[in-house]
């Protein structure tokens, strides 16, 4: 299968949007703007052995490198549009091919965000996707809008997708049906898009948790120059990690990363509205901690260190 070939049976969607005029096939995607919108863009790089293990699931691979940008636009406030993929392969594997394209399409027709371009090489397993996105002028939300007093709050249940990763990569013990839960959590994040107008409408600052929730709350609060208290005993567990010793779920929860759950805060008064808006799309929103006048300083009320970073590529961690 050539490069060509692979481009044409894979990744050449039919049908698409009226606001793509141009699209894969070209040297360039031609787009139309929406009238009274910014562009929000994003993007990241998902490699073998570093994002996923070698032996994920093709199709698994496929939906989370797109799932993983989808996030990003939900934490801006944003509404999905576009994307773009540059994928690296050791070799054009019809049956791999097939199966990755499958997850990433699955995925994209859900959040109708539609594939406009990208590239195809041969090499070690790399993908990197660029997704595209419009928010009202002047109303994307950024990690430096956080103010004195607000909530700190998450969406969904933190540490499942950490303790997913040392089940595969360990032999974490869980009972059967609490493994397979965190490898699933793991290896399928769910993008919280559909949260974006409530996110936009009442959050100050947010972002999502990619890197561990500690590390990514250090983030907001750098750019806002502030600092946050937060009580471990509201920290959200799912069943499967209540099966773990304090400790441990403390761990995967605060520094194990992979969540893309949002972060957010907002204030005390808005706190209702938004857990109730949220809990009518099937989607728990939680209370953990508060924002402070006390710049850099983040501060846990148990034992384990708050100055434990997260994820960074390039860190001896």
Known sequence: MSEFDLIRDYFHWQNPPDSVRVSVGDDAAVLSMPAGRELV??????????????????????????????????????????FTLAISLP???????????????????QHGIFLIGGDTTRGPLSITVQVMGFVRPGRALLRSNAKQGDLICVSGTLGDAAAG??????????????????????????PRNALTDIL????????????????????????????????????PFSAALLQLPLEQRLEFALTG??????????????????????AERGVLFT????????????????GLSAKKQGYDHFSAN
């Open 165 to 190: 990763l040392a089940v595969v990569q360990q032999g974490l013990e869980l009972s059967v049906d609490a493994a397979e839960y965190c490898v699933q959590r793991l290896n399928y994040p769910t």
């Open 257 to 278: 990363g992979d969540d893309y759950e949002v972060l957010f805060t907002l204030p005390p008064a808005r706190f209702e509205t938004v857990k109730n808006a949220a």
């Open 41 to 82: 863009v994003s993007v990241d790089t998902f490699n073998a052995g570093i994002h996923f293990p070698r032996a994920t699931p093709p199709h698994a691979i496929g939906y989370k490198a797109l799932a993983v940008n989808l996030s990003d636009l939900a934490a801006m406030g944003a509404e999905p549009a576009w």
């Open 200 to 235: 936009g409408e009442h959050a100050n600052a947010c972002m999502d948790i990619s890197d561990g929730l500690l590390a990514d709350l250090g983030h907001i609060l750098k750019a806002s120059q502030l600092g946050a208290k937060l009580e471990h005993a509201r920290l």
């Open 287 to 302: 209370n953990i901690g508060k924002v402070n006048e006390n710049i850099g300083d983040l501060q846990l009320d148990h």
């Open 91 to 109: 070799e054009a594997d019809r049956a791999w091919i097939s199966e990755f394209a499958r997850g990433m399409r699955e995925l994209a027709q």
